[in-house]
Every structure is written in structure tokens, then in C-alpha cells.
């Protein structure tokens, strides 16, 4: 069975602070993908990364990073130097032969 | 491009009346999903589609029924509709394995 937890519920950070969101997975599938995904608090649903269960290459984009380690089965994201306009829920998700299974989200609230 | 659409954006019923939400991609996508979006319960699949005219069950698949008959539709049907579905469901394609892309949500209420 697949699986992803991210522990952290909720994180309030201010502005310019550093933040590390954790999601750990479950699968037994050699063959697998990772991704992040922002739901800001307009709804929509928006892609921010893939990863395959191949490459451990940690990526970084602007002020976002991501840390990649299959021996700890986790898949974290940095937001670096955060601003209000990362204020979201972010979904990590994880994605087996045919389905997509999600985490149940870290709501970030970023303050001024 | 439009990308993915849902039809409507809102919606009210009554308990045990029925609808349809429509689902259309423009990206030639193969892969078609329905989620619901529930407070502290993340995204959780219906049903899904591998190809034009072929549907499979998700994680909560009862009380919907769904449809492909064009590849670029994809249609979530509730029959009989109940207030445990009131959530907001969302509607996503993907090129095989690869990441979802998603519509902008519909917000159902069943009353």
C-alpha cells in the first residue's frame, strides 16, 4: 500500500524566515514518483515539482528546494527567505503504477 | 490553451436529487481523475480513467458514477445526491505517470 504523511499540520512562520515542510512515503514500488503541489487560498491546485524514484538530485527553484532521500523515504521542501504570497496548503503526493496518493497537507501561513 | 475546465463552479441540492459535473482537457491527455477535497482530509480519488472509455474505481468510489466516452470529457454523475457529499471536487489529467493537472474546483453543497 502506498502512503504519505506530512506531520506538520499547520506552520505560522514571519516573514523572511526559513521553512522546511516534511512529508515521508510509504510504497514497496521500485518505480515511483514524488511531487509537490500548492493550493493557495484561491483553490486552485497548482504543480510545483516531479521527482522519480531514480534521481536523488536535490532541486532547487528561486527560494523553493527540495531534499530527496530514499533512505529515509522523504521528500522535504524548503521554502528559503519566505514571503505572505507563500501563504498556502502544500500537498505532497505520491504516485504509484496508475494512482496519485496525497498527503493531507501543511497549511503555511506566512506573516508579515 | 484552456487547460482543465469543470462545469459548474457551484452547486446546491437537495438530498436525493441528482447531477453531473463535467470535465474537459485540452492536452491530449490519457489520464483522467475525479477527487474530493474534504476539511483535514486532503484530496481523495473517486474514480479515474485510463483511456476513452475505460473508468476505474478510486479510494471512495460510492454513490458516483463516471464516464468516458471521449477522451477529452470526463463526466462525474452523482444519482441520488446526499449531504455526506458536500465537499469540493476537483478534476485533474496527466500524461501517464506524470504529474496532474487540475481544474479550478467545484464547490457542491447537498442540503
Known amino acids: 500500500a502506498q502512503k504519505v504523511t506530512q506531520a506538520q499540520t499547520e506552520i505560522s512562520v514571519v516573514e523572511k524566515e526559513d521553512v522546511t515542510l516534511d512529508c515521508v512515503y510509504e510504497t514497496r514500488d521500485t518505480t515511483y514518483y514524488l511531487f509537490w503541489y500548492k493550493q493557495p487560498p484561491s483553490g486552485e491546485l497548482v504543480f510545483l515539482i516531479r521527482?522519480?524514484?531514480?534521481?536523488?538530485q536535490n532541486e532547487i527553484s528561486g527560494r523553493y528546494s527540495w531534499n530527496f532521500q530514499k533512505s529515509t523515504s522523504s521528500f522535504n521542501f524548503t521554502i528559503t527567505a519566505s514571503q505572505v504570497v507563500d501563504s498556502a496548503v502544500y500537498f505532497c503526493a505520491l504516485r504509484g503504477p496508475e494512482k496519485l496518493v496525497f498527503g493531507k497537507g501543511t497549511k503555511l501561513t506566512v506573516n508579515p | 490553451n484552456a487547460g482543465v475546465t469543470q462545469t459548474p463552479k457551484f452547486r446546491v441540492l437537495k438530498t436525493g436529487q441528482s447531477m453531473t459535473l463535467l470535465c474537459a482537457q485540452d492536452?491530449?491527455?490519457?489520464?483522467m481523475y475525479w477527487y474530493r477535497q474534504d476539511p483535514g482530509m486532503g484530496l481523495r480519488l473517486i474514480h479515474y480513467s485510463v483511456g476513452e472509455g475505460t473508468t476505474a474505481k478510486g479510494e471512495v468510489p460510492d454513490g458516483y458514477n463516471v464516464s468516458r466516452l471521449k477522451k477529452q470529457n470526463f463526466l462525474l454523475g452523482l444519482e441520488s445526491a446526499a449531504p455526506s457529499q458536500t465537499s469540493v471536487y476537483f478534476c485533474a489529467s496527466s500524461y501517464s505517470l506524470w504529474e496532474q493537472y487540475f481544474g479550478p474546483g467545484t464547490r457542491l453543497t447537498v442540503t
Open positions: 492536452m491530449n491527455h490519457e489520464y
Open positions: 521527482r522519480n524514484s531514480f534521481d536523488e
